[in-house]
């Protein structure tokens, strides 16, 4: 059973215009969010999280929200850029019953920017 | 900066033979991890370590095996390569506490044939 999930495989915005990237989990115990940004043949990079007390965090062009009551988070990223094209995932994290502290990853969704 | 690297970054081997993928990092973190990924999919945990000669199982179960002599140096191993074992296998690494993120490396994009 996929604990986090995004639903929109593919996502296709007009430069300068707002990307939104959604996010939805099962597990009210996760306590960190974090976004990944990934190029083809390339390892993810850490772009932005968000601590579970939050709402809202926001850096540089980059905003993640956080509804704790729907268990949902986004990704505004303002203005897109052709360079943020790019698979972007949603990760959270949170200690297991064996004391273990990890992350599950959703599958994420394929941003295009087009010039 | 991360300091975090893998090699090879891709490799194409025959059925049956043995293969060991390298992970270093160099920014002292205590713990590490290998992430299996097929396209379009998750990324899923298959082993992570704490520290030097502690390894566990991921929740995605593997044939792969991992060792931790060292802090920096986190090697993943298959014994006898399959056609299944096709996939791109990403190394993370990430400083003790919670919230903090992980490091990934460029990943090696292993092909069985």
């Known amino acids: 059973d996929q604990q986090v999930k995004q639903n929109s495989p593919s996502l296709s915005v007009q430069e300068g215009r707002i990307s939104i990237l959604n996010c939805d989990y099962t597990?009210?115990?996760?306590?960190?969010f974090l976004w990944y940004k990934k190029y083809p043949a390339e390892g993810p990079t850490f772009l932005i999280s968000?601590?579970?007390?939050?709402d809202k965090n926001e850096d540089g062009r980059f905003t993640v929200f956080l509804n704790k009551s729907a268990k949902h988070l986004s990704l505004h990223i303002v203005p897109s850029q052709p360079g943020d094209s790019a698979v972007y995932f949603c990760?959270?994290?949170?200690?297991?019953?064996?004391?273990?502290?990890?992350?599950?990853f959703g599958t994420g969704t394929r941003l295009k920017v087009l010039a | 900066e991360a300091d975090i690297y893998q090699t090879p970054r891709y490799l194409v081997i025959g059925t049956g033979k043995k293969i060991t993928l390298e992970c270093s990092q160099t920014?002292?973190?205590?713990?590490m991890y290998w992430y299996q990924q097929d396209p379009g999919m998750e990324l899923h945990l298959i082993h992570y370590?704490?520290?030097?000669?502690?390894?566990e199982k991921g929740d995605l179960s593997s044939e792969s095996t991992v060792s931790r002599i060292r802090t920096e140096h986190f090697p993943l191993t298959l014994e006898s390569a399959r056609p299944s074992h096709t996939s791109q296998y990403l190394c993370?690494?990430?400083?003790?506490?919670?919230?903090?993120?992980?490091?990934f490396g460029q990943g090696t994009r292993l092909t069985v044939v």
């Open positions: 370590s704490y520290g030097v000669n502690s390894t």
């Open positions: 920014m002292g973190h205590d713990k």
């Open positions: 597990n009210s115990m996760f306590d960190y």
């Open positions: 993370a690494s990430r400083q003790v506490g919670s919230g903090t993120e992980a490091f």
């Open positions: 968000i601590s579970s007390i939050k």
């Open positions: 990760a959270a994290s949170a200690v297991s019953t064996s004391g273990t502290y990890k992350y599950i």
